[in-house]
């Protein structure tokens, strides 16, 4: 039976490093202790004076004080030298006291070392055990951030850490992982709407056909002409489900973004768009009219020119009656600033059309999404403006969209412009 290895969570690394910091510091400050210590008492026993009265000799010559200086013959000037006294057990008393110093030097550096140990032991526990604390408390954000995550799920996306305490690393870590949240939580529900949406739209057509060849299978006795009609109603809505699943291709295409760059001038593609969509603008009673400066930029040819085509048709389809005008202007776009220093460029559709309030311009850009009469008429699959947006985006752009004074709208997008290589 093999036994289970602990954990070693960040909670139990941190307390053995505080653990380790602490008991390093401490054997550091006990050896320079220990030294200063020893050397304040010396390695040897000092000069020993002994001072004591000699009797008097006869007459009163020689009466008075002796001075004795044991281990140190001649180390005063002018003081007589006797014989160092010995103990009884025939030990000469210098060498008496120094075994006394150096037994008292010993006994205090043992004492000394001893207890210094015991000192470092307790509070190298009570080190681990603050540390083990504080780990704890310092890691409490980032256990709230695990316990959130692991009870996510599409259904509570709404749900944040919220993290209080100082402005630290944690806090900022824990703002991070919300603002994620609810980036995922709007993706989310984007992605509801548009399979709700894209069923929808693909379920209609598929309706009408069902509807059409049942009527059709109904009547044995249908005319040439009826089925003719029922043919064309089918067709009509088989080229819609095409347009559709087309669209809905491009789109995912875009969200994957190119999958490979190159030089490409968005003047050529918008002036090729423009020339593609002239018949149908003729037969809307729609005058066009561009202005097409060079505008070099990156990316993929084809999904850019989806870009400026969508841009193009979406403006004749929602163009006001007949006799309304459409505008493709191309070119550098103007300085924003120190910001915009590596320059963009810029491809602008302006259209007539029926007045749009400015809070309806954001939802445009929504997967089926559509303004006005065309909802219920349901031109288009809505995914024009959407399939803009994607693709500029894919290519670091951004879509800009403003109602036109008088009705109508202009839809701007910028690019990063494409700098030639330099030749040295």
Do not use: C
Request: charged letters at 20%; proline letters at 7%; aromatic letters at 4%.
């Amino acid at each position: 039976m093999t036994l289970a290895l602990p954990r070693f969570t960040v909670r139990l690394k941190l307390t053995l490093a505080y653990g380790g910091l602490f008991l390093l510091a401490g054997a550091i400050l006990l050896t320079l202790n220990y030294a200063l210590v020893r050397t304040s008492l010396g390695n040897s026993a000092p000069s020993v004076g002994v001072t004591f009265s000699a009797p008097a000799a006869p007459g009163g010559l020689g009466g008075g004080e002796t001075h004795m200086f044991v281990g140190t013959p001649g180390g005063k000037t002018g003081a007589p030298v006797i014989p160092e006294p010995v103990t009884p057990d025939g030990r000469k008393v210098s060498d008496v006291l120094r075994d006394l110093t150096n037994s008292y030097r010993d006994t205090t550096l043992h004492e000394l070392v001893v207890k210094s140990l015991q000192a470092l032991g307790v509070m190298a526990v009570l080190s681990v055990g603050f540390g083990w604390a504080i780990a704890g408390r310092v890691l409490g954000g980032l256990h709230r951030m695990t316990a959130t995550a692991r009870k996510l799920s599409e259904e509570n996306l709404h749900e944040r850490i919220a993290l209080d305490g100082p402005d630290d690393e944690l806090k900022e870590l824990a703002d991070t992982f919300d603002a994620m949240l609810g980036r995922l939580e709007a993706a989310f529900e984007s992605q509801k709407r548009f399979v709700a949406n894209a069923s929808h739209e693909l379920r209609t057509p598929l309706s009408i056909m069902r509807t059409e060849v049942d009527v059709a299978l109904a009547n044995p006795d249908a005319s040439p002409g009826e089925l003719r009609r029922m043919g064309e109603v089918v067709r009509r809505a088989t080229e819609r489900s095409d347009a559709l699943i087309d669209g809905l291709l491009v789109l995912a295409r875009s969200d994957r973004g190119p999958a490979e760059r190159a030089p490409v001038d968005l003047a050529q593609l918008a002036e090729e768009a423009l020339t593609q969509s002239a018949a149908e603008a003729a037969a809307a009673g729609v005058q066009t009219a561009g202005t097409f400066d060079p505008a070099p930029t990156a990316g993929d040819a084809a999904l850019l020119g989806r870009l400026a085509g969508n841009l193009i048709e979406n403006a004749i389809r929602h163009n006001g009656p007949a006799g309304g005008r459409l505008e493709v202007v191309t070119g550098p776009a103007p300085e924003a600033g120190p910001s915009s220093a590596a320059g963009e460029v810029r491809l602008a559709v302006e259209n007539s059309g029926p007045v749009i309030a400015a809070a309806e311009i954001d939802g445009l850009f929504e997967p089926f999404r559509r303004s006005g009469a065309d909802r219920v008429a349901g031109r288009g699959a809505g995914l024009g403006l959407s399939i803009v947006r994607s693709v500029a985006a894919a290519h670091g752009g951004r879509v800009a969209a403003r109602p036109r004074p008088g009705g109508g709208l202009v839809v701007e997008v910028f690019l990063p412009r494409d700098r030639p290589p330099s030749v040295s």
